[in-house]
């Protein structure tokens, strides 16, 4: 292997080369913050001051090793996430057959794919069992095409029926999608509406900051005659005045929430599906597996010889009539030797409890055609003991019946029985025996002759969380609708057992084909249970919904759900039933195949967003008092202008960026936030009323932190003593606004109870540094601080706690005006 690995390489297309520690080092060196700190530590060191320059250097290697920090961090979890939604493959070894992840495949390995799967390299089929591949990856082909031993196959391509071994031939950037996909490493992905708030915000403030840079820097030149002051002042204000912290933050948030998702047995493909996962309110949801219980069983048998029911798990071995037993022995003949579909295992457990010696040893398959058809069967031809063929089909009845074409009293009796059983929750599928003129096969399946053997029912029992999942959704505002390909009174049956809202409304495949754009709309609004859909009606659906508005999540683990998957805004594959298919076209996949876990996995992703609201509210509100704080005593000409300096707002803004990033990322949900209704994906906390209300706070805070400039400017204090409670004030203020932005709902009262133990650690992190540059008579000089008595450095509380404190009051009212409504 380690030779064929040096020879040929793994199994991986190209890297993307702006990953790794390098592409984040040459990020935070071009981050404005490093530029601006670089530039003022520069002019330092040109002006003697060889202490500030080296502080600030210090700042600078703090300032960008907290980025890293954070980048690596972030790519930790993601590179973990990867490692777990790594696609693996079945091969056979030195005799042995097990799963290895795909990039770890070589040249020479038997591989074996099957009906979901993708073909994980290049390769030669040697065997194959009604086998047919989807190329559309290659050719832009989207039709199944057969393959035969000997032929040809290409990673990439999937499954469309059928198994098949493979002997690998080509790997990695060597294979046909290798050579085509070079250039899938230099596409950038798409951002998200809050990536683009964020930058866009971001990109705004930055502006603002050149403005006010040359503005400062232009005034202080006017008053000074001194460029390089005047350039440090104005450095000063163009440090206060940028948020970059919030792209560093927006990045933590979505990989960390991605790594927190994973341990709740949720997986995420692209972090950025956190953001989308508050805004769901359409769950699109399939019935078996996800909502029903993972594993069938055959129930009973309809026998149309005698038009007798039989209960087939009361049958022992050869207690069942020969015309029954034809109808189940038909059945497993229509199925793989190995199945891997649950319904087909259900069919050959059931044969071989009836008939132990026949199922031992599977008759041989002659010639098979695949399922297909809407709704679809499926025909194998075998090799009888006698030597004649045997010609199975089993499939959906509205496929068999008309196949079949029994006279019409009969059909009808057909149909009112695949009714009753459907209505009691089972799935049905019809079964008949077919006939033709040898020596060759006919070229479609329903042109044998075909006649009627009976109905196979299958329980699918619901899962015994369900009916509280569906709960869950409803009271987070969430509609759930099944989509099945099941019988309308299979589906009407189970979604009444679970207690689906609206599951008296229905609508089938053929019905949502038959509507145009503008009529599915409203009946996909108001319909619960879609039953007999295929693929092309399930992404009709979805497509409709989204039109609606809706913020739809599509649960699913076929290759006929793919393209619904994709389509949706969240995508979700089941990770132990799903094909390959499924899981590459979702964008979260369900470890355990549990609905539940959607229900974590929303409420993780309105905490994320919650708490990064909270973080984003927090940066505006403190930025606000340090940008005024620098600009209006220059502005309006006070004695004591350019009071701080580049040194004071750095250290700030060393205490901000973790608060924000680290400290509010890990802040628990707020109560109640499951019983809230869905926000809209387009929504946005960077414009409006929910701004304008942390532009407030920060004002507040800033007439605190001025009113303290100003009565010690006119008592005729040093300016060191000035600087010093200016400081002092502005530091208490962020440690109070840290507690009072943890909720805009709950008092502090209530908040400072909750769990959060990085949050006080910062806090504490940053009252020992405050003691540090007051206390320590280097660090004070540094800081160009002064001594302060106890009663001064209460009054800076007093005025800090005023500041921040009448949030208080603002969340008692909203709280008194919820309570009345």
């Known amino acids: ?114 009906e979901g799967g993708r073909v994980p390299a290049d390769g030669r089929l040697d065997v ?10 290659l050719t832009g082909e989207a039709v199944a095409v057969i393959k035969s031993p000997g032929d040809p196959v290409f990673a990439g391509t999937s499954t469309a029926s059928g198994s098949a071994w493979l002997t ?102 692209q972090p950025q599906t956190v953001e989308s996962l508050g805004s769901a309110t359409v769950i699109c949801a399939d019935k078996t597996g996800t909502l029903t219980q993972e594993g069938m069983s055959v129930r009973q048998l309809y026998d149309g010889a005698t038009a007798v029911l039989v209960d087939l798990p009361g049958a022992t071995a050869g207690a069942l009539s020969a015309t029954a037993g034809a109808v189940l022995a038909h059945a497993r003949w229509a199925s793989e ?48 003991s006698g030597g004649e063929a045997v010609v199975a089909a089993k499939g959906a009845v509205e496929h068999v019946l008309p196949v079949c074409r029994p006279v019409p009293a009969l059909a009808a009796e057909i149909r009112r029985v695949t009714q009753e059983l459907s209505a009691q929750g089972y799935r049905v599928l019809g079964v008949a025996r077919g006939t033709y003129t040898p020596p060759d096969f006919p070229a479609a399946q329903d042109d044998f002759a075909w006649s009627f053997l009976g109905l196979v029912a299958l329980e699918n029992p619901p899962k015994a969380n369900a009916a509280a999942v569906l709960r869950s959704f409803a009271e987070a505002g969430i509609q759930v609708k099944m989509i099945t390909g ?22 089938t495949g053929q019905q949502v084909m038959e509507m145009n754009a503008d009529a599915l709309r409203p009946r996909a609004a108001g319909t619960a249970v879609f039953a007999r859909m295929f693929p092309e009606a399930k992404l009709r659906v979805v497509e409709a919904l989204k039109a609606n508005g809706e913020v739809v999540a599509m649960t699913g683990d076929g290759v006929n759900d793919g393209p619904a998957l994709k389509a949706a805004h969240i995508g979700v594959a089941m990770g132990r039933r799903g094909t390959e298919v499924a899981r590459q076209a979702a964008s979260l996949v369900l470890v355990d195949d549990d609905l539940g876990s959607m229900v974590a996995a929303i409420a993780q992703g309105r905490r994320i967003y919650q708490n990064f609201k909270q973080a984003v509210f927090y940066v505006v509100s403190i930025h606000i008092p340090i940008i005024l704080t620098v600009a209006l005593p220059l502005l309006f000409n006070w004695e004591w202008a350019n009071l701080l300096s580049p040194l004071h707002v750095i250290f700030l803004e060393l205490v901000m960026g973790p608060t924000c990033s680290i400290a509010f990322e890990n802040e628990p949900a707020e109560v109640g936030q499951m019983q809230q209704p869905p926000r809209p994906l387009t929504a946005t906390f960077l414009a409006g009323a929910k701004l304008a209300r942390s532009l407030v706070q920060g ?8 009113g303290v400039y100003y009565v010690a400017m006119q008592r005729g204090e040093p ?15 962020n440690v109070f606004l840290t507690l009072a932005n943890r909720s805009f709902t709950q008092s502090i009262v209530q908040t400072i109870r909750l769990p959060n133990r990085v949050l006080w650690l910062l806090l504490g992190l940053t009252l020992a540094l405050l003691v540090v540059v007051l206390g320590v008579p280097a660090a004070r000089a540094l800081f160009e601080f002064a001594p302060v008595s106890g009663a001064a450095l209460g009054w800076c509380a007093l005025a800090a706690l005023v500041g921040v404190g009448w949030v208080e009051g603002y969340k008692a009212v909203l709280r008194g005006q919820q309570q009345k409504i």
Not at 8 to 27: C, P, Q
Not at 236 to 258: I, K, N, Y
Not at 341 to 370: C, F, N, Q, S, T
Not at 719 to 733: E, P
């Open 1 to 114: 292997m380690a030779a064929s690995c040096a020879t040929h390489g793994r199994n991986v297309l190209a890297a993307d080369a702006r990953s790794g520690l390098l592409a984040t080092l040459r990020e935070v060196v071009a981050d404005p913050m490093f530029v601006l700190l670089l530039a003022t530590g520069v002019i330092y060191f040109w002006m003697g001051h060889l202490e500030d320059a080296l502080a600030l250097g210090v700042a600078l290697l703090l300032v960008a090793g907290i980025s890293v920090y954070q980048s690596v961090r972030s790519d930790q979890a993601l590179g973990a996430l990867h490692e777990l939604t790594q696609p693996r493959a079945q091969v056979r070894r030195n005799g042995r057959q097990g799963a290895v992840p795909v990039q770890d495949l070589v040249v020479g390995d038997a591989v074996l794919v099957e």
């Open 719 to 733: 300016v060191a003593v000035g600087r010093t409670l200016v400081f002092v004030t502005l530091v208490l203020s």
């Open 699 to 706: 004002l507040g805070i800033a007439v605190a932190v001025l």
């Open 337 to 384: 030797d190995e199945p891997f579909d649950a319904m087909e295992k259900a069919i050959v457990a059931a044969y071989a409890a009836a008939d132990p010696a026949g199922a031992a040893v599977p008759r041989p398959l002659v010639h098979e055609y695949p399922l297909a058809g809407t709704p679809p069967m499926m025909t194998h031809v075998r090799q009888a």
């Open 168 to 269: 690998v031939t080509a790997v990695g950037s060597q294979t046909e999608l290798g050579r085509i996909g070079q250039r899938i490493a230099t596409i950038v992905a798409e951002k998200t509406p809050l990536q683009r708030q964020v930058g866009q915000f971001v990109a705004r403030m930055t502006w603002v900051g050149v403005a006010a840079f040359l503005l400062v820097w232009g005034i202080n030149f006017a008053r000074s005659g001194n460029w390089t002051t005047a350039l440090l002042f104005a450095l000063t204000l163009a440090m206060s005045l940028l948020p970059q912290e919030l792209p560093v933050a927006f990045s933590g948030f979505m990989a960390l929430g991605a790594a927190r998702l994973s341990r709740l047995g949720v997986l995420t493909k």
């Open 486 to 507: 099941d019988f309308p009174e299979t589906a009407q049956a189970i979604a009444r057992q679970i207690g689906l809202p609206g599951a008296d409304t229905l609508l």
């Open 128 to 137: 194959a069992s009604d086998f047919s591949l989807d190329e559309a990856i």
